[in-house]
């Protein structure tokens, strides 16, 4: 790889590391675009737990659409709690307001046997709709965000990946 490398004359070095940072910045334009698009600022999330099974698998890819503000009893929605930074998909239980009220919302795991009271931030009871909720889901992919889950779960596997995606760009003749 390193002769490869050595063998590249100026010019076409760096024309590949110009590619490898186009195609970088063409994924963060789709991912801003889709944030956009669908109001939310993070448009697809993978499912961490077994909380929502049968319903969703862990490593399932779901698409979120964040507009429009009222959310049904037996929705599905991604929130994210106060202070923390880890969605949670979760099934809309109670709702309280809406109208010229907020709307509150109550939700729980398919497969908790309770609400989610424990997991809100300290003193929240319920989740505002406007504030707290990412998005509702309104498509999956099964399985495809496992990856995803691999790299989080082993850190070394994102450099080991990165590495390989870099070379593979850098050492691509055209």
Request: proline residues 5%; positive net charge; aromatic residues 8%.
């Amino acid at each position: 790889m390193i002769a490869a490398l050595q063998s590249l004359k100026p010019r076409q070095l760096a024309a590949q590391i110009l590619n490898f940072g186009l195609i970088l910045s063409t994924a963060f334009m789709l991912w801003k675009g889709l944030s956009v698009v669908t109001d939310s600022p993070s448009p697809i999330v993978v499912v961490l737990s077994g909380s929502m099974e049968p319903a969703f698998q862990r490593g399932d890819l779901l698409f979120l659409w964040n507009r429009g503000l009222d959310t049904k009893i037996g929705e599905i929605v991604v929130y994210n709690v106060r202070g923390k930074d880890i969605p949670i998909v979760h099934r809309v239980v109670r709702r309280f307001g809406g109208g010229t009220k907020p709307l509150r919302l109550l939700t729980k795991g398919d497969n908790n046997s309770a609400d989610d009271t424990e997991l809100y931030a300290r003193g929240q009871d319920y989740l505002t709709r406007s504030k707290d909720i990412i998005g509702s889901v309104v498509g999956y992919v099964p399985f495809v965000g496992y990856v995803t889950i691999l790299l989080s779960e082993h850190p070394w596997l994102k450099t080991v990946m990165l590495g390989m995606m870099a070379a593979i760009v850098v050492l691509q003749r055209e």
